[in-house]
Every structure is written in C-alpha cells, then in structure tokens.
T-cell receptor, first 114, second 114 residues
Framework: AQSVTQLDSHVSVSEGTPVLLRCNYS??????LFWYVQHPNKGLQLLLK??????LVKGINGFEAEFKKSETSFHLTKPSAHMSDAAEYFC????????????FGSGTKLNVKP | EAQVTQNPRYLITVTGKKLTVTCSQN?????MSWYRQDPGLGLRQIYY???????DKGDVPEGYKVSRKEKRNFPLILESPSPNQTSLYFC?????????????FGPGTRLTVL
C-alpha cells in the first residue's frame, strides 16, 4: 500500500529565508506525487505534481520539489519565504493499486515570521 | 468560473438527525470524491465516484452514503450522524481521461455533531 509521511508537523521560518518541507513516500512503483497548499479557511490548491517526467518539478508561487527515488523523498522547497506562504501543506501520493484513491500526509503548517 | 461548490459551509446538528452536504462542479469532471480532514491526520478519502451511477468506498466510508445521479453533483449523506463525524469535509473533482491527476477542491464544510 502507498503512504506518505510528512516529517514535520510545524515549520517556522523568517521572511526571505529558504523553506524546506519534507515528505517521504512508500510505493513499490514509480509514484504520482503532489503537493497541495491550504490557506486558512480555504480549500486545497495544487502547488505541483510529479508524474514520472523531470525529477525537479516547478510549481506555482516559486515552489519546487525534487523526486529522489533512492531516498523515497519528495521535499518541497522555496528559496525565499513570503508572508503569504503561511499555510498548511500536504504531500499526496496516488495509489498504484487503484488510480481513484489518493493518500494524504498529515500536513505541515508553515509559519513565516516577519 | 471553474469551481467546486459545497453547501452548507458550516453546520451544527445533533446526533441522529439525517443531513446532506451538497457538492457541485461545473467543469464536466468525471471523477468526484469526498474527504474528511481531522487535525494531525491530513485528509482521508470517504467515497469517490468515477462517473454517473458509479461509486466506491474510500478508506473511511462507515457512517456515510453518497449518490451520483448527475455528473455535476455528488452529495454526501449522513443518515444518523454521530459526534465522531465532527470534522471538516472537502469535495473534490478531476478529469479521468488524458491522465488527469489534479484534483480541484471545494471550500470545505465544517460539521459539528453534538
């Protein structure tokens, strides 16, 4: 079965400093992986996705993620945090057994300090 | 505007009183899904539907029902709500053809069962 583990429940950075949100996945196959963002009291929005093309995936708002098969990781990064990046971020894997099922990590809340 | 809408956005009810949360999408997506979000657990899939009259269980279907009589609508039904169904609920939709993986989420429905 597929699963994702988000290694940090909370991350706090200062505005202008780099962001690193960590995600490890378990999958027997080459997975489809996603990062979604949820701003307070809002629905989820896709940041980026990996579907077996380039291992470095660029998303919206300056975010990117690198798929590393050897480390089973899909960490989300941004070179310089902005106050508007404060939100909760979810790493998601699409099931390989049933393409209609998706598994979410427990989420990482990003706090950006001025 | 392409969107997924949910109603109501907030609902407080009592144990055992049947309720329905509606979900509608205007993007002609084949696939629709319901999730619940609980602190520290991320989002968990309740039910999904691949098309009209085709539904299947997700990981936490107990206590919920769904129907898909029209392509655009996918209501979530709680026949006899209990306090452990107090949660934040999200509806999502996506294409299934052409490798569509991106899910589009509604704004969420916060349900409290007393």
């Amino acid at each position: 079965a597929q699963s994702v583990t988000q290694l940090d429940s909370h991350v706090s950075v200062s505005e202008g400093t780099p962001v690193l949100l960590r995600c490890n996945y378990s999958s027997s196959y080459s997975p489809s992986l996603f990062w979604y963002v949820q701003h307070p009291n809002k629905g989820l929005q896709l940041l980026l996705k990996y579907t077996s093309a380039a291992t470095l995936v660029k998303g919206i708002n300056g975010f990117e993620a690198e798929f590393k098969k050897s480390e089973t990781s899909f960490h989300l990064t941004k070179p310089s945090a902005h106050m508007s990046d404060a939100a909760e971020y979810f790493c998601v894997v699409k099931s390989q057994d049933n393409f209609n099922k998706f598994y979410f990590g427990s989420g990482t809340k990003l706090n950006v300090k001025p | 505007e392409a969107q997924v809408t949910q109603n109501p956005r907030y609902l407080i009810t009592v144990t055992g009183k049947k309720l329905t949360v509606t979900c509608s999408q205007n993007m002609n997506h084949e696939y629709m899904s319901w999730y619940r979000q609980d602190p520290g657990l991320g989002l968990r899939q309740i039910y999904y539907s691949m098309n009209v009259e085709v539904t299947d269980k997700g990981d936490v279907p107990e206590g919920y029902k769904v129907s898909r009589k029209e392509k655009r609508n996918f209501p979530l039904i709680l026949e006899s709500p209990s306090p452990n169904q107090t949660s934040l609920y999200f509806c999502a939709s996506r294409w299934t053809s052409g490798g569509g993986d991106t899910q589009y989420f509604g704004p969420g429905t916060r349900l409290t069962v007393l």
